[in-house]
């Protein structure tokens, strides 16, 4: 018997999908799943490690916080384009607390993290200063 390339490809594809579908059946409705659950506001906002890196008002009805690697070309993107404007409308106006948190992928990420902190150990302003640059000179 030969198998020609395609109906090989047909019956690889039905198996998996035959397979997959029983996957599905075994698995809880989806209303049953805990996706709902919450999380306390206290324990989200509570910093791990290393104090919170934050810029503007700290009664601001919202806060958003940002992990972010110094490596991650999509986290320079967003310093790049999307933050200046952020902090102009919302966060210089005091209508967003912002939170900085680290989340470096790789060694290059924490050496550069480190170096803000020394940075900016007595003033925040020279951190996120040294973060901007940081991620403008990112390859």
């Not at 049953?32 to 601001?60: C, I, Q, S, W, Y």
């Not at 993290?113 to 925040?124: E, I, V, W, Y």
């Not at 200063?129 to 940081?134: H, I, P, Q």
């Amino acid at each position: 018997m030969q198998i020609t390339r395609r109906k090989f490809c047909q019956t690889t594809a039905t198996l998996a999908l035959a397979t997959s579908m029983v996957g599905f059946a075994s698995l809880p409705p989806f209303r049953d799943m805990a996706f709902a659950e919450t999380v306390p506001t206290d324990e989200l906002m509570k910093p791990e490690g290393l104090p919170d890196m934050a810029m503007g008002n700290d009664k601001a009805s919202v806060t958003v916080i940002e992990y972010a690697s110094m490596t991650c070309p999509h986290c320079a993107h967003f310093q790049e384009v999307t933050f200046p404007e952020l902090k102009k409308r919302y966060i210089d106006t005091g209508k967003v607390r912002y939170i900085f948190r680290e989340f470096p992928l790789d060694s290059l990420a924490a050496a550069a993290f480190m170096l803000a902190r020394c940075a900016g150990k007595d003033d925040k302003d020279k951190y996120f200063a040294l973060v901007d640059t940081l991620f403008r000179q990112q390859r």
